[in-house]
């Protein structure tokens, strides 16, 4: 039992995972445009910092843990992708780090997506903007990209950098030197109005089921929540700075030699 904060309460996994936690008896402060305790827009930097402060005061300066699923896709326009999927979940967990470090043995989680590792020609560029702050520089690279493919380069560009941010912070002082677990979940098809919303679009529904997935069956949210419980619970506090995949087989039969991989010094 603890307070956690989570990011996209209001649907989907992040939903599924307030409904795991709040069954086990912890307390969760969800943040979502709608149907939670604090309502903000991740998408903008007034949103983001209201949504910060509200959650500090309802937690009382306290977070057992946290979890990022906030999160927009195709075919939502790019410019706004970039600016919540990135911008906004860095933004929050930036912002709640103070309140995690005071827990004392904090675990967060991070919503990434096997798009990441599985979508190519994604602009080295953008990806560099994503990790140096340029939020106005990202969004321009959006804009500047196929208008019909701008949002799935938004999307697996951004998770791509917030994984290799998660990577980069969880083995820093400020996060394992406070006593924080950063952690990533990259699932690949899901059944939650996200999937659904790509899979009616007329660009998108078909690149998506031509997607090869080994294992056929398509888990709902509850499957990733029970994952997202596990990398919360105490048994999970050896993690640091991992991304688990939980994808049913599509990153490993994509890019199934890319890692583990050799290297030199």
């Known amino acids: 039992m603890g307070i956690y904060a989570i990011s996209g309460s209001a649907s989907g996994m992040g939903a599924a995972t307030r409904s795991r936690l709040e069954a086990a008896g912890s307390r969760v402060i969800g943040i979502d445009r709608r149907d ?3 309502c903000a827009d991740l998408g903008t930097a007034e949103g983001r910092a209201e949504a910060v402060d509200a959650v500090l005061d309802a937690a009382g300066g306290v977070l057992d843990g946290a979890v ?3 999160g927009l896709g195709p075919p939502t326009a790019g410019a706004l992708i970039a600016r919540v999927n990135y911008f906004g979940s860095v933004a929050l967990l930036e912002g709640l780090r103070p309140a995690l470090a005071a827990s004392g043995a904090a675990q967060v989680v991070q919503f990434g997506s096997n798009s990441s590792t599985i979508t190519p020609n994604l602009p080295d560029e953008l990806v560099a903007a994503y990790l140096e702050g340029r939020e106005e520089d990202a969004v321009a690279i959006v804009n500047e990209a196929d208008p019909a493919f701008a949002p799935a380069v938004a999307y697996a560009g951004a998770k791509l ?3 290799r941010w998660c990577r980069r912070a969880a083995v820093t002082e400020p996060w394992v030197g406070e006593d924080i677990r950063l952690n990533v979940i990259a699932p690949g098809p899901v059944d939650t109005p996200l999937l659904r919303q790509g899979q009616a679009d007329e660009v998108y529904g078909p ?3 031509a997607l090869p997935v080994p294992v056929t069956e398509t888990p709902d949210a509850d499957a990733l929540a029970q994952w997202v419980e596990f990398l919360l619970s105490p048994v999970a506090r050896f993690a640091c700075g991992s991304v ?12 199934s030699d890319d890692w583990p991989r050799t290297f030199t010094v």
């Open 36 to 38: 939670a305790e604090v």
């Open 161 to 163: 950098a917030v994984t």
């Open 244 to 255: 688990f995949y939980v994808d049913g087989g599509t990153d490993a039969l994509i890019r």
């Open 68 to 70: 990022s699923a906030a």
């Open 207 to 209: 690149l998506m089921e």
